[in-house]
């Protein structure tokens, strides 16, 4: 059982590029999130799912677009990278709040 | 709103002696609450959960918590700390159905 894939696993950009952190997950979960964490700051939450087609924002949603077609798939788009999203970015799933988290490998984004 | 507050960013303790890493919470609703343990350049893995069933919480490795609602408070307690504890600890708090926060981390030290 693969539980939550998150690729890549690191990732270097110039300011101004666009990418996709990609995140599946194989439990049939309802609840997606993305997080971004940075030293001293704990984890962030960036954009966060309850379901297929419906998104919502968390506490730092800025520069940062989701969608959630499927159940199995949650992407993070960065629309035109800045150097202050330079960060580890996580992907987790749980069955809903409140029900464990279950985390990805984490992504490593360096953006120069 | 639901938040967290780890009240020490650093622990350092010798291996063998108690460990005792501190949380507060504030919450809406009854929440779930959780303790995560995060090793040097690792994922995020759950050490423990309350849910209302019981005061005390057993997690892995050893590890306990109290809920003390008059207080506010869910503090990690082990007897004797061993270098593989070595970590980033972080308190979590979410209400069944709503979204996760992270407190800002307690990174604990073992010192031989």
């Known amino acids: 059982n693969a539980g939550v894939t998150q690729t890549p696993k690191f990732q270097v950009l110039k300011t101004g590029q666009s990418m996709t952190l990609q995140c599946a997950q194989d439990m049939n979960h309802e609840y997606m999130s993305w997080y971004r964490q940075d030293p001293g700051m704990g984890l962030r939450l960036i954009h966060y799912s309850v379901g297929a087609g419906i998104t919502d924002q968390g506490e730092v949603p800025n520069g940062y677009n989701v969608s959630r077609s499927t159940t199995e798939d949650f992407p993070l788009r960065l629309l035109s990278a800045a150097p202050s999203q330079t960060s580890v970015y996580f992907c987790?799933?749980?069955?809903?709040?409140?029900?464990?988290?279950?985390f990805g490998s984490g992504t490593q984004l360096s953006v120069l | 709103a639901q938040s967290v507050t780890q009240l020490d960013s650093h622990v350092s303790v010798s291996e063998g002696t108690p460990v005792l890493l501190r949380c507060n919470y504030s919450?809406?609703?009854?929440?779930?609450l959780f303790w995560y343990v995060q090793h040097p350049n690792k994922g995020l893995q759950l050490l423990l959960k309350y849910t209302s069933a019981a005061t005390l919480v057993k997690g892995i490795n050893g590890f306990e918590a109290e809920f003390k609602k008059s207080e506010t408070s869910f503090h990690l307690t082990k007897p004797s700390a061993h270098m593989s504890d070595a970590a980033e600890y972080f308190c979590?708090?979410?209400?069944?159905?709503?979204?996760?926060?992270f407190g800002p981390g307690t990174r604990l030290s073992v010192l031989p």
């Open positions: 987790a799933s749980s069955y809903t709040g409140g029900e464990k988290l279950f």
């Open positions: 919450s809406s609703y009854s929440p779930s």
């Open positions: 979590v708090v979410s209400p069944y159905g709503q979204n996760f926060v």
